[in-house]
C-alpha cells in the first residue's frame, strides 16, 4: 500500500540520499525505457551506487540503441531514480 508524504519529508529523505551517494567513490548510472510501445514508453535513469543495483536495473529496463541514447537521454528525463539503499 502506498502512503503519501509531505513534500518536506521527500525533500529530506532526497537530500539525505544525495548526502549518501557524494560520498561513495563510485556511482553507476542507467538509463533505459519501461514500456516496449515506443509511443507510450518513459525515460528513466537510475543513480545507485551498488553495481548489483545497477545490473538489477539494467535487466528490468529496456536498453536504448546508442542513437536513443544519443537523442532521447541528453535532455529531459521523465523519472529518476535515486537508490541510496545498501
Not at 14 to 38: F, K
Request: with cysteine.
Amino acid at each position: 500500500m502506498n502512503i503519501p508524504i509531505s513534500k518536506d519529508s521527500h525533500n529530506l529523505l532526497e537530500h539525505i540520499a544525495l548526502n549518501y551517494l557524494n560520498t561513495r567513490p563510485r556511482l553507476y548510472v542507467v538509463d533505459g525505457y519501461a514500456g516496449w510501445d515506443p509511443e507510450y514508453r518513459i525515460k528513466i535513469r537510475v543513480f545507485c551506487s551498488r553495481v548489483y543495483h545497477a545490473l538489477f536495473m539494467r535487466n528490468m529496463l529496456i536498453r536504448p540503441t546508442e542513437k536513443e541514447l544519443e537523442r532521447d537521454f541528453q535532455g529531459e528525463i521523465d523519472y529518476h531514480i535515486i537508490n541510496a539503499g545498501t
